[in-house]
């Protein structure tokens, strides 16, 4: 976790205005960093997680860090991580970027000792909304809208039961539909008063609001 939270620090580009995002999910850790990989890195060597800086970026920053003893500097980042990754038994770590290099996705999929088919970990039940509860938001977004705009929006609802904070770019991205799209889907689930925007403008992302929450939780 460290090594990744270090990576991002040193190689995020800071043209971008946009902070490193650490998110914590039931079933992964994820920390983003804005700006990509370096573009002399190949989109398939980011995928299989074999990344060879052919350059460095923030290169004070990268002297900065290894005066505090948090990282080498030679390109030993990603390697640690999968090391680390497999000598705690945990399952290869994911790297995600997209073709224009506009975000850098570590994922750190959680320990199977803590999860399990039935929602148990550690003698904790973990609860889940039952499909009825779930039909029951379904049927509230149906009134109104379209076939085609009701699977749009019960896939955005699907995703947010997942990761909850995703912004509509991310939406977007997740689902391969347009931005506008997404834009138009989520503006009907708001109307509906199903999600709501919290946070900052650029940083913000999408929740279900509390009345839903709290249906959903009962």
């Not at 990576?7 to 650490?22: C, D, G, K, L």
């Not at 923030?58 to 680390?84: A, Q, V």
């Not at 000792?113 to 609860?127: H, L, M, P, T």
């Not at 990761?163 to 509906?192: D, F, H, M, P």
Request: aromatic letters at 8%; proline letters at 5%.
């Amino acid at each position: 976790m460290e090594e990744t939270v270090v990576n991002s620090v040193y190689h995020r580009s800071y043209e971008i205005r946009e902070p490193v995002e650490i998110r914590i999910l039931p079933d992964a850790i994820e920390i983003i960093n804005y700006g990509g990989p370096d573009r002399s890195i190949k989109l398939e060597e980011v995928r299989k997680g074999i990344i060879r800086n052919r350059r460095y970026r923030n290169r004070r920053i990268g002297d900065f860090l290894k005066e505090l003893d948090m990282t080498e500097g030679r390109g030993t980042g990603i390697p640690i991580i999968r090391k680390e990754m497999a000598k705690n038994g945990s399952p290869e770590p994911c790297f995600e970027t997209d073709e224009n290099y506009n975000y850098f996705i570590v994922t750190l999929p959680i320990h199977p000792a803590f999860r399990s088919d039935e929602g148990v970990n550690e003698g904790v039940k973990i609860s889940q909304p039952s499909d009825n509860k779930i039909n029951t938001i379904y049927s509230l977004v149906r009134e109104g809208v379209n076939e085609g705009v009701n699977e749009g929006v019960s896939e955005i609802i699907d995703l947010i039961l997942k990761t909850t904070g995703l912004n509509a770019v991310e939406i977007a991205e997740r689902t391969g539909k347009s931005l506008a799209t997404i834009e138009r889907y989520l503006r009907i689930l708001r109307k509906k008063e199903i999600i709501e925007f919290r946070g900052a403008p650029k940083t913000g992302g999408y929740f279900f609001t509390s009345k839903v929450d709290e249906f959903l939780n009962k």
